[in-house]
């Protein structure tokens, strides 16, 4: 344990979010043979996108079926057992994550990164001015950030993770439609 006071924070917001009906077992993990992805498309720095219902989840492709992402996620805070961190989030460790802002910069296989949803390869290459750094370069900055990290909904998220990796700028497409100050700022700084 890390801080009592966080974990008394995480028992308080836990049993809230059972009261709301949260099921308590609520593993995103994607069935084994529902998808499989053929990795040997990707590239070792790939920028990969996952459209999700509300929002867009993106990582970067490490090789060997193996993506680097930004998640929120409150375990990191509260213990150091690495083989508890690295399962796979679960809903609640993930809105906790979003509440306390903390993240992980994880590395997960390409079938739990993707959590069941269709893949985009380097979408973003057309949107944002910089050109793609090179790709070993994008891996290994990627692989540098990997651990605890702080999170912002609006400022740190994980497309500002991948477009610093990939273009050398962080940057968020998504919380720009939810806050069109944050475009302006960006552009009059580069």
């Known amino acids: 344990m890390k801080n009592p006071v966080l974990n008394f924070l995480c028992l308080i917001l836990e049993k ?33 996108e996952v459209p999700r219902t509300l929002f867009v989840h993106f990582g970067i492709y490490l090789g060997d079926n193996k993506v680097a992402h930004m998640m929120p996620d409150i375990l990191p805070a509260i213990t150091s057992d690495k083989s508890r961190i690295q399962n796979v989030v679960t809903n609640k460790r993930l809105i906790m994550g979003v509440i306390t802002k903390m993240a992980s910069i994880r590395v997960d296989n390409v079938q739990d990164f993707a959590y069941g949803g269709k893949i985009i390869v380097n979408h973003m290459d057309c949107r944002i001015r910089n050109k793609p750094l090179f790709y070993e370069e994008i891996a290994l900055r990627a692989e540098k950030l990997v651990g605890a990290t702080s999170y912002s909904l609006l400022w740190d998220n994980c497309e500002h993770f991948v477009t610093h990796c990939r273009y050398g700028i962080p940057v968020s497409f998504q919380t720009e439609k939810v806050n069109p100050e944050h475009k302006q700022k960006w552009l009059m700084f580069h």
Request: charged share 25%.
């Open 16 to 48: 809230m979010l059972n009261i709301l009906t949260f099921k308590s077992n609520d593993s995103p993990r994607a069935d084994e043979n529902a998808n499989s992805y053929e990795v040997s498309l990707f590239k070792r720095g790939d920028l990969l």
